[in-house]
T-cell receptor, first 116, second 115 residues
């Protein structure tokens, strides 16, 4: 069965500092990997996704993520965070672009706090 | 971009009553819709997958008689929580996609509180 682990429940970063959110996955086949952001009162917004090809993927809002098959990881990074980046971040894995027949499996999320 | 709405955004109901939550794709036709449940400080757990005009496929452990899902049109899916109990209190999120091969777009969620 597929699973996603986000080891950090909370992360606090100063505004302007760099950010890395960790994600490890377990999946029996080639994974489709996603990072979503969830803000209060808003739906999940897709930041970026990885299907194949270049293992460093660029997303919206200045985020990027690197797929490392040997480490089963898909960590999210941003060189300089803004106060508006404070939110909940979810890593997810699926069998296809739309999640495949089984939908998406999500990690428990990382709550990002931005210090002024 | 594709927009998915949910209604209501927040609902309180008494134990033993039923409540219906709507999920609409506003600017595209969604052949596939997913329903997720999210407990506080927890991840999203897939409850069921529905295809327009077909019966929903429920995940293991999800009571199909309690969580009735109807995907009657390409823009609307409904989740009815029947005979609700306090333990059904949760955040319910739907997503919609053109098909399983395409990206899922998520609704803003519905907060259900059963008293």
């Amino acid at each position: 069965a597929q699973s996603v682990t986000q080891p950090d429940i909370h992360i606090t970063v100063s505004e302007g500092a760099s950010l890395e959110l960790r994600c490890n996955y377990s999946y029996g086949a080639t994974p489709y990997l996603f990072w979503y952001v969830q803000s209060p009162g808003q739906g999940l917004q897709l930041l970026l996704k990885y299907f194949s090809g270049d293992t460093l993927v660029q997303g919206i809002k200045g985020f990027e993520a690197e797929f490392k098959r040997s480490q089963s990881s898909f960590n999210l990074r941003k060189p300089s965070v803004h106060w508006s980046d404070a939110a909940e971040y979810f890593c997810a894995v699926g069998a296809g672009a739309g999640g495949g027949a089984d939908g998406l499996t999500f990690g428990k999320g990382t709550h990002l706090i931005i210090q002024p | 971009g594709a927009v998915v709405s949910q209604h209501p955004s927040w609902v309180i109901c008494k134990s033993g009553t039923s409540v219906k939550i709507e999920c609409r794709s506003l600017d595209f036709q969604a052949t596939t819709m997913f329903w997720y449940r999210q407990f506080p400080k927890q991840s999203l757990m897939l409850m069921a997958t529905s295809n327009e005009g077909s019966k929903a496929t429920y995940e293991q452990g999800v009571e199909k008689d309690k969580f009735l899902i109807n995907h009657a049109s390409l823009t609307l899916s409904t989740l009815t929580v029947t005979s609700a109990h306090p333990e059904d209190s949760s955040f319910y999120i739907c997503s919609a996609s053109l098909s399983r091969a395409y990206e899922q777009y998520f609704g803003p969620g519905t907060r259900l509180t059963v008293t």
